[in-house]
């Protein structure tokens, strides 16, 4: 009771990376709350499921293992989930902002109630006073996002529902194992007690997933674009510099809303969240979306012909000049040096 649960998503019988790095900060959360952490696995063939979670500092492992649940549905994971929750009673629940979470979250959080924020890029511990009621409220879950386009940071708070609910894109939180011989427990759920026959009115026959041809998030390098870039031949500059120093090539939303580039390489709070040793930024002003989803770079270069570019406050190493100028001498000295 008022522990934190993540509910995890699993592929092949293995954990998302999403769902463990919502448990590596839910074990932080836990510590501060000095409460449990829990996590919900829901799928078939989950034996051993526990041993992959157990090292980022899980306490208790629900598990509902059946062979109708192989295929994430809406209507039973959502019973499951929600009765669960009436049971245990947990103070806050997150989960990945996939598809799965997208999904599933609202529904959960509908059946009980609750209310949910979406797409939260950090989560704290923090108190609030609500002054007109005279209440005085300690221990709540801070939600922090963009709002209104990115020109502002929100923090959501749920002072008086539970659970607490919030969900968190891939890439966002760190994902770091607590300790390697942590030891939880599992319990299994009895399935039939928590899901009725109308919950599978609805039969996945096939399923087809195509995966994506493009690695960015794990790239220890990025060549990123923006806006700024000009147009989609200019984007091919940054496709030679990126194949000359075995880099990734990204972009940002106004890149790829301008068709110079594919939404698979967009980096941002709406794209993909990235950490790469070095990030070069070429056209990018910088706004609170994209800066969300890279800032965590170990070394950042900005490219940029406005030496005001928002982007620049928290670059490295800032170039200021005409990219189909700089990038080509880049190329030419890495070429040099490199021989």
């Not at 009765?83 to 245990?88: A, N, S, V």
């Not at 979470?101 to 209310?115: C, N, Q, T």
């Not at 990018?284 to 800066?291: V, W, Y």
């Not at 770079?297 to 982007?311: K, L, Q, T, V």
Request: glycine residues 8%; charged residues 25%.
């Amino acid at each position: 009771m008022n522990n934190i649960f993540v509910i995890c998503e699993t592929e092949n019988g293995k954990i998302s990376d999403v769902s463990l790095e919502l448990l590596t900060k839910g074990r932080s959360l836990a510590n501060e709350l000095k409460c449990q952490l829990e996590a919900l696995v829901i799928g078939d063939h989950l034996a051993d499921i526990e041993k992959q979670l157990y090292p980022y500092g899980t306490d208790m492992v629900w598990v509902a293992d059946d062979s109708r649940l192989v295929f994430y549905s809406t209507l039973p994971y959502t019973a499951i989930a929600v009765q669960l929750f009436k049971e245990q009673k947990p103070q806050i629940v997150l989960l990945g902002a996939s598809s799965f979470g997208r999904d599933l979250g609202p529904r959960v959080s509908s059946a009980l109630a609750s209310g949910l924020t979406a797409d939260c890029t950090s989560l704290e511990i923090g108190d609030h006073e609500d002054k007109r009621a005279g209440k005085q409220y300690t221990h709540l879950l801070y939600q922090i996002r963009p709002a209104f386009g990115g020109n502002i940071v929100a923090t959501i708070i749920n002072p008086d529902k539970r659970p607490q609910m919030a969900t968190v894109r891939e890439g966002v939180m760190k994902k770091a194992i607590h300790n390697e011989n942590y030891k939880g427990k599992r319990t299994d759920l009895d399935v039939s007690k928590y899901v009725k026959d109308d919950d599978f009115v609805v039969k996945i026959i096939e399923r087809h997933i195509e995966s994506s041809k493009v690695n960015i998030k794990n790239a220890s390098i990025i060549v990123a674009g923006g806006y700024g870039v000009g147009s989609k031949e200019n984007f091919d500059l940054l496709a030679q510099l990126a194949e000359t120093i075995g880099a990734e090539v990204g972009a940002s939303r106004a890149a790829v809303d301008a068709g110079f580039a594919g939404h698979d390489r967009q980096i941002g709070q709406t794209g993909v969240t990235v950490r790469p040793k070095l990030y070069i930024a070429c056209g990018i002003s910088g706004q609170i979306q994209h800066i969300a989803g890279m800032q965590d770079s170990a070394m950042i270069i900005s490219i940029n012909n406005d030496p005001g570019a928002p982007i620049n406050k928290i670059a490295d190493y800032v170039i200021t000049g005409d990219l189909t100028e700089v990038l080509p001498k880049m190329i030419k000295y890495y070429k040099k040096n490199t021989k």
